[in-house]
Nanobody, 128 residues
Framework: QLRLVESGGGLVQPGGSLRLSCAASGFSLAEYSVGWFRQTPGKEREAISCISRLDDATYYTDSVKGRFTISRGNARSTIELQMNILKPEDAGVYFC?????????????????????WGPGTQVTVAP
């Protein structure tokens, strides 16, 4: 069973940067579509970004375009989410999610990706 572990969360001031990382215990993420969801109190979980298997196509929710970048790490065994120019509304628990299917659209990121394996999450706090 695929077990995911996130790292890199923490407290950052508005305008700052964080880099989240996702790794799979005992597996390489090279053959998976992997993405990030965010959960904040009182709101539905939101798909933030993903990178697809096979072609590494990337997808972003509108609110993070131009500020966040998702990529595969060295040896393609991890997934990185570089978050720049962070805003208070970016705060929340970020979950790494991996699925064996190819993601071909924003809709698939929102609907297909969450059917995969989820990590326990890492907290991101953006505050002065």
């Amino acid at each position: 069973q695929l077990r995911l572990v996130e790292s890199g969360g923490g407290l950052v001031q508005p305008g700052g940067s964080l880099r989240l990382s996702c790794a799979a215990s005992g597996f390489s993420l090279a053959e998976y579509s992997v993405g990030w969801f965010r959960q904040t109190p009182g709101k539905e979980r939101e798909a933030i970004s993903c990178i697809s298997r096979l072609d590494d196509a990337t997808y972003y929710t509108d609110s993070v375009k131009g500020r966040f970048t998702i990529s595969r790490g060295n040896a393609r065994s991890t997934i990185e989410l570089q978050m720049n120019i962070l805003k208070p509304e970016d705060a929340g628990v970020y979950f790494c999610v991996a699925v064996g299917a190819r993601i071909i659209s924003d809709e698939a990121m929102r609907t297909l990706l969450p059917r995969g394996a989820w990590g326990p999450g890492t907290q991101v706090t953006v505050a002065p």
